[in-house]
């Protein structure tokens, strides 16, 4: 069974740093793009950042030169740098990633920057 496995959330001050990892498990023979996504209460889940199999990246406007994605293909990973939290990006984040032509999701990790 495959598998997407978030980490490194936590809480931290405004203005600082957070890597979130996703590692990929079980039996993969292919992942094409992978993203990352944020729900806050009462909000819908939405966009944080994407990557495709050949590196090109995406992000919205709120989190664009703030956060980097990236992935190493040799480990199944992806990762998350963000810089400069602001109290709004306080939510759940999410990893994406099409594994073997089918969308999985993480569990989700906590990232909370208080105000």
């Known amino acids: 069974q495959v598998r997407l496995v978030e980490s490194g959330g936590g809480l931290v001050q405004p203005g600082g740093s957070l890597r979130l990892s996703c590692a990929a498990s079980g039996s993969i023979f292919s992942i094409g793009t992978m993203g990352w996504y944020r729900q806050a209460p009462g909000k819908q889940r939405e966009l944080v950042a994407s990557?495709?199999?050949?590196?090109?990246?995406n992000y919205p406007d709120s989190v664009k030169g703030r956060f980097t994605i990236s992935r190493d293909n040799a480990k199944n990973t992806m990762y998350l740098q963000m810089n400069s939290l602001k109290p709004e990006d306080t939510a759940v984040y999410y990893c994406?990633?099409?594994?073997?032509?089918?969308?999985?999701w993480g569990q989700g990790t906590q990232v909370t920057v208080p105000s």
């Open positions: 994406n990633a099409v594994i073997n032509y089918r969308v999985v």
């Open positions: 990557i495709t199999s050949g590196g090109t990246t």
